[in-house]
């Protein structure tokens, strides 16, 4: 699904993605019209911008994955601000592209971002990454003394959430432990279960939260 204000914009977007074989299974041109379209045609992936009408994209994107956290949002955004982008990541985006990324790169970052792997415009991945570590340096909140110990997690699957961590794409993963994609994905699934969490960027703050990115 595209999402933009542009009616060309948005035109062109959705026809270089279709004649790249992605099935478009709808647009919307502002940000009320985008998370009831999204809700109605359960797209894999949403490709947003963040400069909408009505409601501001990060809203839309905090929104729609909320109602399908297996929803995978790529930012297309004109702004290269680090504030848009850590304020994008947060709200659920698994990456972030400028517009001025051309329709291979926009093909291959939506065949990318279907996975899981995140995706962003070269020099924000560091950003992202230290954003985490700050984050993860802040004071945790108190523990309840009625909250359930976390969930065990195998060997494996520590492994994974390791290299999750240092920043690999699932693909990286598969290579350096000699396994297949899918069973990467199939880790990090049951990773996210076993932890209750969300998405990927969740799932680096809490391995970065316990250190496993430096280990």
């Not at 390791?162 to 432990?177: H, P």
Request: aromatic share 4%; net charge negative.
């Amino acid at each position: 699904m595209v999402v933009d204000d542009h009616p060309m914009w948005r035109d062109a977007v959705a026809r270089d993605l279709a004649e790249s074989g992605f099935e478009v299974v709808a647009t919307a041109g502002d940000g009320e019209q985008a998370v009831r379209r999204a809700k109605a045609a359960v797209p894999e992936v949403l490709v947003l911008d963040l400069n909408l009408p009505g409601k501001p994209g990060v809203q839309v994107c905090k929104e729609v994955v909320a109602a399908d956290p297996a929803l995978r949002v790529l930012v297309l955004s004109a702004s290269g601000e680090h504030a848009d982008v850590l304020e994008a990541v947060k709200s659920g985006a698994t990456g972030y592209l400028l517009k001025s990324a051309s329709t291979e790169e926009l093909r291959d970052a939506v065949r990318s971002t279907a996975v899981g792997d995140p995706v962003f415009t070269p020099g924000l991945a560091g950003l992202v990454l230290g954003e985490y570590r700050r984050l993860a340096s802040e004071p945790a909140p108190a523990p309840d003394a009625d909250e359930p110990k976390a969930p065990r997690l195998t060997d494996r699957e520590t492994e994974v959430l390791r290299l999750v961590a240092k920043g690999l794409s699932y693909k990286q993963i598969a290579e350096r432990l000699v396994i297949s994609h899918r069973t990467v994905q199939n880790h990090v699934q049951n990773t996210l279960g076993k932890l209750q969490l969300h998405n990927r960027v969740e799932l680096v703050r809490y391995a970065i939260e316990r250190g496993l990115d430096d280990e």
